[in-house]
């Protein structure tokens, strides 16, 4: 249990530094444009698999961003998933609104390996063993910004698995109820 709370301290920690030191730098004369962003899902959070997202803006209908998360639960099935992204945006706003999102998938999964079965005892040396899996996949969403640049995003989606098949799940979520700060 401490092991859990220490990487909930931890991460919590992390996600609120990297926010408040890009709200810590000078100002100048000339603000430069705000092409990064820092989300935490508080979905997956509450979940158990706690996600961090970093997004870089290209243009202002286009970016490309991040998402890691990890399992602090132990009744989760995925230990880490990492998509990278690339998203083109609708709204008025510079890289806000409605999107749409292309995505890679990146995720290591525990599954039971059964072993050998015998007819009389059924299977036996039952274990837990995880395997990688490899993905493509689409999610569509919206993004909406304050004056302060501060962010609340919905994305929804579903990727393809391409690796492990046979013992993995074909596919895995995109989804996220994000808060972050656009710096």
Same mark, same amino acid.
């Given at each position: 249990m401490k092991s859990i709370n220490l990487k909930i301290g931890l991460f919590t920690a992390f996600f609120f530094? /990297? /926010?408040?030191?890009?709200?810590?730098?000078?100002?100048?004369?000339?603000?430069?444009?705000?092409?990064?962003? %820092?989300? !935490?899902? %508080? =979905? $997956?959070?509450?979940? =158990? !698999?706690p996600e961090v997202t $970093?997004?870089? +803006? !290209?243009? #202002?209908?286009?970016? &490309? =961003?991040v998402s890691v998360a990890f399992s602090i639960?132990?009744? %989760? #099935? +995925?230990?880490? %998933?990492?998509v990278p992204y690339f998203r083109f945006y609708f709204g008025k706003k510079n890289n806000a609104g409605f999107f749409v999102e292309g995505n890679a998938g990146l995720f290591s999964e525990e599954y039971i390996h059964y072993g050998d079965f015998h007819p009389d005892y059924g299977y036996n040396n039952a274990s837990i063993e995880s395997k990688f899996g490899l993905g493509l996949g689409m999610a569509v969403g919206g993004k909406f910004i304050t004056k302060k640049g501060w962010i609340a995003e919905l994305v929804g989606g579903l990727g393809r698995n391409f690796s492990n098949t046979e013992v993995l799940s074909e596919v895995y979520?995109? !989804? =996220? &109820?994000s808060i972050g700060k656009r710096f």
């Open positions: 530094t /990297v /926010v408040f030191t890009g709200i810590a730098q000078e100002e100048t004369n000339e603000t430069p444009p705000e092409k990064n962003e %820092i989300k !935490l899902n %508080i =979905g $997956y959070v509450i979940a =158990g !698999l $970093y997004e870089r +803006y !290209l243009t #202002d209908e286009t970016a &490309i =961003g639960e132990e009744n %989760i #099935d +995925y230990n880490f %998933i990492a979520p995109r !989804l =996220g &109820i």
